[in-house]
C-alpha cells in the first residue's frame, strides 16, 4: 500500500514539475506577444476631425525602419508645441485619433511613432527596439523639427508610459506625463503569473521605477483607481520616486485617450494643460469642456426630449461654450448603449447624424445602436450611408453590412 502510494506522490510530484516547466516555457515563447498586444486593425478616423496627418520616415535600427504619424497644430497657432506620443500595447497611432485633436486643440503639434510589428510597420518589437525608435522620434524633432527641448512633451500610455519614461530618463524636453502605466514589466508579470520565475524569463523589462528617479522635468502622473489590468499601486509607486515638481491625478473607469466614456474622466484634458501651464511654463489653450456630460445629466433627470432641447439651445446661444465636435456625442452614444438605454443612445446619435451629414462614422455608430435595439433594416441603411460616404475596405461598416445581409437570408 505504501509503495503504491508513493508512486501515485512521486507521479504527481512529477506532473507538477512537467505543468511548471511547459508553463515557463509558454511565458518565455510568448512574452512579445503578451507584452506587445498588436491587437487592432487601422481605423479610419471621421473627416469631420481634419487631422491632415502625414506619414514620415524618421530612422531605423539594423533595417527595422520606422514611421510616424505628425499631426500639425490647428492652422491659426503656429504652434512650435509639441506632443512625443506613444500608444498603449493594444492600439495602434490610428486608434486615438480623437484624443490627438484634444491635444491639438490645447496648441500641440503631435509625433505619433508607430511601433515594429504594428499596422505595417517592419519588423518585431522587443524593448530594446522601442526604446531606440523613441529615441529616434526625439532627434528627429530636434535635429529636422528645431524643436527646443523644452517645447516638447513625452506623453505615454499604459505600455507607451514604459517607452515615455525611458525616454525622459535619458533626455531633456518640457515635461513628461504618463497615463495607466506599470512600475515595470516584471512587477506586472509577475502578477500575471505569480507561481512563474518572471524576472528570470523576461526579456522585456521596462524597468520604469528605476528610471522615472533619474528624470530632470516636471512629472504628471495620470491613473485610474478602478484600473484592474494594471492596478492604482504602480503609479504610487512611480509617483513616490519620481523627482519634483511632479503631480498624482486619480481618474475613475478604464480610459483611454480618445476612448468611449465622456462621463468620466471629463477633466483628463484640462489637468494635464494645467499642469503644463503652471509648472513647465507652456501656454496652452484650457479645452473646452465637452457637452456630453452636460447632455447625459439631463438626459437622467429631464428625459431624452429635454436633453435634445437643451443641446440646441446651448449650440444657438453660444458655440464656443462646450465642445460640440461629432466625437462629444458619439461617445456619449455608445456611453449610453453600455447602461442600456437603447432608444435615447439612438437619439442621441440620430441628433449626430443631423448635425454631420458627411461623416461616415455617424452613421456607423447609428447602425450600432439600430443593432442594440434589433431593428436590423434601420441598421443595413445606416451602414450603406456609412459605405456611401466613404467606401474604403476599411470602413467598419462593411463586415457589419454583411453580416446582417447574411442573417436577413438565412445564411
Not at 493594444?90 to 510589428?117: C, H, K, L, T
Request: glycine content about 8%; proline content about 6%.
Amino acid at each position: 500500500m505504501r509503495k503504491w502510494l508513493k508512486r501515485i506522490l512521486w507521479g504527481l510530484l512529477a506532473l507538477v514539475a512537467v505543468t511548471y516547466v511547459c508553463a515557463c516555457v509558454w511565458v518565455k515563447a510568448n512574452e512579445t506577444r503578451l507584452t506587445f498586444g498588436r491587437a487592432l486593425p487601422y481605423t479610419p478616423h471621421s473627416p469631420t476631425l481634419a487631422l491632415n496627418e502625414q506619414r514620415v520616415d524618421f530612422g531605423d535600427v539594423n533595417g527595422t525602419k520606422f514611421f510616424a504619424w505628425i499631426i500639425p497644430s490647428l492652422p491659426e497657432d503656429h504652434s512650435n508645441y509639441w506632443l512625443l506620443l506613444f500608444h498603449g500595447s493594444d492600439d495602434n497611432v490610428s486608434v486615438g485619433a480623437i484624443g490627438q485633436d484634444d491635444f491639438r486643440a490645447m496648441g500641440f503639434n503631435i509625433m505619433a511613432p508607430e511601433y515594429p510589428g504594428y499596422l505595417d510597420a517592419h519588423g518585431v518589437p522587443s524593448e530594446a527596439l522601442v526604446e531606440r525608435e523613441g529615441q529616434a522620434a526625439y532627434q528627429y524633432l530636434r535635429t529636422v523639427k528645431k524643436v527646443p527641448a523644452k517645447n516638447i512633451v513625452i506623453f505615454g500610455g499604459s505600455l507607451g508610459a514604459a517607452i515615455a519614461i525611458d525616454l525622459a530618463s535619458r533626455v531633456e524636453a518640457g515635461a513628461l506625463v504618463e497615463h495607466g502605466g506599470f512600475s515595470s514589466g516584471i512587477a506586472v508579470g509577475q502578477m500575471w503569473f505569480p507561481f512563474l520565475p518572471i524576472r528570470l524569463l523576461s526579456k522585456n523589462r521596462f524597468e520604469s521605477d528605476t528610471k522615472i528617479e533619474k528624470l530632470r522635468m516636471p512629472v504628471l502622473i495620470i491613473h485610474s483607481t478602478e484600473d484592474n489590468v494594471i492596478p492604482f499601486a504602480h503609479a504610487e509607486k512611480l509617483y513616490e520616486v519620481a523627482p519634483s515638481p511632479k503631480r498624482l491625478v486619480r481618474i475613475r473607469g478604464i480610459h483611454r485617450v480618445g476612448g468611449n466614456n465622456p462621463i468620466l474622466n471629463a477633466h483628463f484634458f484640462p489637468e494635464i494643460a494645467a499642469f503644463l501651464n503652471t509648472e513647465a511654463g507652456f501656454h496652452l489653450r484650457q479645452p473646452l469642456p465637452s457637452i456630453a456630460p452636460v447632455i447625459a445629466a439631463t438626459i437622467d433627470s429631464k428625459g431624452i426630449e429635454a436633453a435634445l432641447a437643451q443641446y440646441g439651445s446651448l449650440l444657438g446661444e453660444d458655440p464656443k461654450r462646450y465642445n460640440f465636435r461629432e466625437a462629444e456625442l458619439n461617445r456619449l452614444g455608445y456611453y449610453l448603449l453600455d447602461k442600456k438605454k437603447v432608444n435615447e443612445a439612438i437619439a442621441v446619435l440620430q441628433l449626430n447624424a443631423e448635425r454631420f451629414p458627411q461623416s461616415f462614422s455617424v452613421f456607423d455608430s447609428l447602425g450600432d445602436a439600430y443593432v442594440s435595439a434589433g431593428k436590423d433594416t434601420e441598421a443595413m441603411q445606416s451602414y450603406r450611408r456609412s459605405l456611401v460616404l466613404f467606401p474604403d475596405k476599411v470602413n467598419y461598416s462593411h463586415p457589419k453590412l454583411d453580416q446582417l445581409q447574411g442573417k436577413s437570408r438565412g445564411d
